[in-house]
């Protein structure tokens, strides 16, 4: 099993240009997680996915964020216009559906810097 | 909505010593409380979970104890080595069933050889 799989890994961009994530969960997850990491605000949940459907968004800063889930094996999270105080971790993370409180596995994740 | 706390921030043991980090929980009705190991620019991992149906859960060096009385679980480390050196989050559902997860702040680790 090859994991969850981000990329890119790395990402230095400009204030003001868009920025896409993407993200490929472990295959027959039905769920899917979106999370930021910085050292202020710990990990925060942005948004999840059951079988390809938004489930909760409450977590996304604000519109500038958008993240969709064409199919099971893609996801994106892309930013536009990027800021500087989106500069963090993004990681992406899946897990089964089947029963409840399952574990969740996480990508490697990408480093995020928005100069 | 659930709400977890994680004690302490920062921790700090001699090789060989055991470390405990404890999490705290809201909501009576969650029931599933798992840990991850995160070390330096990596992935977090889970190590360990437990279930609400059982007070203990170990392996290897590592075990999990829940008091759901108090509403707090607890990770011990026993026989630390200095690759246990990581930050560890705790982590309970949003709500009782939920597969969206709630973490703690976090826990840096630091096992000193």
Known sequence: DAGVIQSPRHEVTEMGQEVTLRCKPISGHDYLFWYRQTMMRGLELLIYFNNNVPIDDSGMPEDRFSAKMPNASFSTLKIQPSEPRDSAVYFCASSLGTGVNQPQHFGDGTRLSIL | ?113
């Open chain 2, 1 to 113: 909505g659930e709400n977890v706390e994680q004690h302490p921030s920062t921790l700090s043991v001699q090789e060989g010593d055991s470390a405990v980090i404890k999490c705290t929980y809201s909501d009576s009705a969650s029931n599933y409380f798992p840990w991850y190991k995160q070390e330096l620019g990596k992935r977090p991992q889970l190590i360990i979970d437990i279930r609400s149906n059982v007070g203990e859960k170990k392996d290897q060096r590592i075990a999990v104890t829940l008091n759901k009385t108090a509403k707090h679980f607890s990770l011990h480390i026993t026989e630390t080595q200095p690759e246990d050196s990581a930050v560890y989050f705790c982590a309970a559902p949003r709500w009782p069933g939920a597969n969206n997860l709630f973490f703690g702040t976090g826990t840096r680790l630091t096992v000193i050889p």
